[in-house]
Protein backbone atom coordinates (compact mmCIF):
# COMPACT_ATOMS: atom_id res chain seq x y z
CA UNK A 1 0.00 0.00 0.00
CA UNK A 2 1.06 3.52 -0.88
CA UNK A 3 -0.08 6.73 0.82
CA UNK A 4 -0.56 10.22 -0.62
CA UNK A 5 -1.48 12.83 2.06
CA UNK A 6 -2.75 16.17 0.94
CA UNK A 7 -4.44 19.19 2.25
CA UNK A 8 -1.87 20.76 4.54
CA UNK A 9 -1.81 24.51 4.96
CA UNK A 10 -1.55 27.33 6.90
CA UNK A 11 -4.88 28.51 8.89
CA UNK A 12 -5.37 31.26 11.28
CA UNK A 13 -6.83 29.88 15.06
CA UNK A 14 -10.42 28.63 15.03
CA UNK A 15 -10.23 28.04 11.14
CA UNK A 16 -11.00 24.76 9.51
CA UNK A 17 -8.06 22.53 7.35
CA UNK A 18 -9.20 18.87 6.13
CA UNK A 19 -6.78 16.57 5.09
CA UNK A 20 -7.08 13.28 2.44
CA UNK A 21 -5.27 10.47 2.25
CA UNK A 22 -5.23 8.32 -0.73
CA UNK A 23 -3.95 4.98 -0.67
CA UNK A 24 -2.85 2.32 -4.08
CA UNK A 25 -3.92 -1.09 -3.82
CA UNK A 26 -7.28 -3.30 -3.80
CA UNK A 27 -7.26 -4.15 -0.07
CA UNK A 28 -7.52 -0.82 1.18
CA UNK A 29 -11.06 -1.40 2.90
CA UNK A 30 -9.14 -4.16 4.89
CA UNK A 31 -6.41 -1.78 6.55
CA UNK A 32 -6.98 0.15 9.92
CA UNK A 33 -5.98 3.38 9.14
CA UNK A 34 -4.41 6.25 11.31
CA UNK A 35 -3.30 10.12 11.28
CA UNK A 36 -0.29 11.17 13.77
CA UNK A 37 1.47 14.30 13.94
CA UNK A 38 4.81 15.31 14.51
CA UNK A 39 5.47 19.05 15.78
CA UNK A 40 8.66 20.99 15.61
CA UNK A 41 11.32 19.83 18.20
CA UNK A 42 8.68 16.82 19.61
CA UNK A 43 8.30 12.95 18.94
CA UNK A 44 5.51 11.77 16.06
CA UNK A 45 2.12 11.39 18.23
CA UNK A 46 -0.75 9.67 17.61
CA UNK A 47 -4.36 11.42 16.08
CA UNK A 48 -6.90 9.49 15.32
CA UNK A 49 -7.77 5.91 13.79
CA UNK A 50 -10.67 4.50 11.89
CA UNK A 51 -10.83 0.65 11.51
CA UNK A 52 -12.05 -1.10 8.78
CA UNK A 53 -15.35 -1.03 10.14
CA UNK A 54 -15.13 2.79 10.98
CA UNK A 55 -15.13 2.27 14.56
CA UNK A 56 -13.30 5.27 15.39
CA UNK A 57 -10.22 6.65 18.75
CA UNK A 58 -8.95 9.85 19.30
CA UNK A 59 -6.45 11.39 21.20
CA UNK A 60 -7.81 13.42 24.06
CA UNK A 61 -6.69 16.77 22.81
CA UNK A 62 -8.70 16.89 19.35
CA UNK A 63 -11.84 15.31 20.26
CA UNK A 64 -14.85 17.01 19.98
CA UNK A 65 -12.47 18.97 17.12
CA UNK A 66 -11.03 16.32 14.89
CA UNK A 67 -12.99 13.67 12.87
CA UNK A 68 -11.75 10.75 11.18
CA UNK A 69 -13.54 9.53 8.22
CA UNK A 70 -12.89 6.80 5.26
CA UNK A 71 -14.51 6.14 1.55
CA UNK A 72 -13.45 3.12 0.46
CA UNK A 73 -14.41 3.58 -2.86
CA UNK A 74 -12.05 6.21 -3.28
CA UNK A 75 -9.30 4.58 -0.93
CA UNK A 76 -9.52 7.83 1.16
CA UNK A 77 -9.02 8.21 4.50
CA UNK A 78 -9.63 12.16 5.72
CA UNK A 79 -8.99 14.23 8.92
CA UNK A 80 -11.60 17.12 8.92
CA UNK A 81 -9.71 19.56 11.63
CA UNK A 82 -12.36 22.04 12.76
CA UNK A 83 -11.49 24.77 15.72
CA UNK A 84 -7.41 24.70 14.79
CA UNK A 85 -4.88 25.77 17.59
CA UNK A 86 -1.45 26.83 17.35
CA UNK A 87 -0.60 23.70 19.36
CA UNK A 88 -2.11 21.54 16.48
CA UNK A 89 0.49 22.85 14.13
CA UNK A 90 2.85 19.99 12.46
CA UNK A 91 3.72 17.82 9.84
CA UNK A 92 0.53 15.02 9.56
CA UNK A 93 1.20 11.65 8.35
CA UNK A 94 -1.24 9.08 7.62
CA UNK A 95 -0.29 5.37 7.96
CA UNK A 96 -2.70 2.19 7.05
CA UNK A 97 -2.18 -1.44 9.29
CA UNK A 98 -3.15 -4.35 8.35
CA UNK A 99 -5.02 -5.43 12.26
CA UNK A 100 -8.43 -5.16 12.30
CA UNK A 101 -8.52 -2.90 15.13
CA UNK A 102 -7.07 0.65 15.53
CA UNK A 103 -4.15 1.31 17.17
CA UNK A 104 -2.67 4.47 18.75
CA UNK A 105 0.79 2.77 18.46
CA UNK A 106 2.97 3.97 15.60
CA UNK A 107 4.43 0.57 15.21
CA UNK A 108 1.17 -1.26 14.70
CA UNK A 109 1.37 0.55 11.12
CA UNK A 110 3.11 -0.88 8.32
CA UNK A 111 2.81 1.92 5.04
CA UNK A 112 3.01 5.67 5.75
CA UNK A 113 2.50 8.59 3.72
CA UNK A 114 4.95 11.69 2.92
CA UNK A 115 3.44 13.72 4.98
CA UNK A 116 1.35 17.43 5.29
CA UNK A 117 2.24 20.00 6.82
CA UNK A 118 0.10 22.13 9.22
CA UNK A 119 0.40 25.42 10.51
CA UNK A 120 -1.94 27.13 12.79
CA UNK A 121 -1.38 30.96 13.53
CA UNK A 122 -2.87 32.77 16.52
Known amino acids: VQLQASGGGLVQAGGSLRLSCVAS????????MGWFRQAPGKEREFVATINWSGTTYYTDSVKGRFTISRDNAKNTVYLQMNSLKPEDTAVYYCAASPRTYGSSWSADYDHWGQGTLVTVSS
Open 25 to 32: GRSFRNYA
